[in-house]
């Protein structure tokens, strides 16, 4: 035998519960007597209020959850402040202790922090053969020991030799300098002397030349100007010839068997044609007056048959505009008698709502209890 937990009953309860919902809510709906037409009311209003008491319920715990929000933010108020005046309080403890027992003339390396250092300690060289000036140090350059002067009277009358050293170098180096120049003003001279009879001999040679190409220039003028007159008496024979040629040909006499062509008598050479005879201009014209007789015909034709099809849409248009008007009175009538019946349905129903109302009110409560209940079973 099982026992029964709270939990059970619960879950029992809100089922009982449902199935009852569900129970009236379906004697409502699919009760024809007690149907009636638009909406539930009731359970609109059972809806309304379930929303009204929702939102307060909202509203009563979001107002719990912002008093507790302020309740916690002056808590954490409290517990900064706090906070801050601990932390204050530690570095100012601090502040004392190292100003106390943490002095900076205590520290084992305070010899590198010391601001008297310089004060105390040796000049940075004292000799050239000081142990303490090393490379690394750079406290002894080149040209800067302490010897200087006996160095650089050394380097004076070292500079001196070798100033006098140099003007002996220039005097024999200016000496050397003129031999050459005597001796290229001799070679100059001679080459002169012999440009002097080498233009000489090309003046005698240019002269030659010109007086053999005058003659030659001289020979050719006479030679261009006889050509030049052959070939203008061989021109104009050649234009007469063709003058006469032209005059006596068929392009000019505008003969017509010029045009025929090769392939057939129909067909004509473009470039000789000089256009057509009278007879195929009248041939012509014969024909474009069939066509324009014959164009003329099916215009006819097809204004015809627009004619006809523009009879026969107005036909069809005006039948179809009788058949609506008809289907309209058809509508009509039927909506009207539509009406009548819902009419005479609507007052029926008023009447039987009517006597179920006059017939639950007869009746007693307790048998109407004991009857949904045995349904419900």
Known sequence: MEIAQPRDQEQYLRLAKRSHAELCRQKRIFNARNRILGGDTEAWDLQVRDRKIKEATDKARHETFAAEMRQNDKITCILEDRERRDKKSLCKALNDFQQTFQKPETRREFDLSDPLALRKALPARQSDNEIRNTVSGMQRFLGEDLNFRERKKFQEEQNREWSFQQQREQEGARAAQRCAEDLYSKTRLQFDERAKHLQSLESATRKAVCVAVKEFNKNQATESVERKSQEKKQEQEDNLAEISNLLRGDLLSENPQQAASSFGPHRVVPGCWKGMS????????????????????????????????????????????????????????????????????????????????????????????????????
Request: net charge positive; with cysteine.
């Open 278 to 377: 009278q007879e195929q201009l009248a041939h012509v014209r014969l024909v474009q007056k069939q066509q324009i007789q014959e164009k003329l015909r099916l215009q006819e034709e097809e204004r015809q048959r627009d004619m006809d099809w523009d009879r026969q849409r107005v036909q069809g248009a005006r039948s179809a505009l009788l058949m609506e008007r008809q289907r309209q009175r058809q509508q009509r009538d039927l909506r009207r008698a539509l009406d009548c019946t819902n009419l005479s349905l609507a007052q029926e129903q008023r009447l039987q709502k009517k006597y179920m109302e006059e017939v639950f009110t007869n009746q007693p409560t307790e048998d109407y209890f004991a009857q949904f209940n045995t349904r419900s079973r």
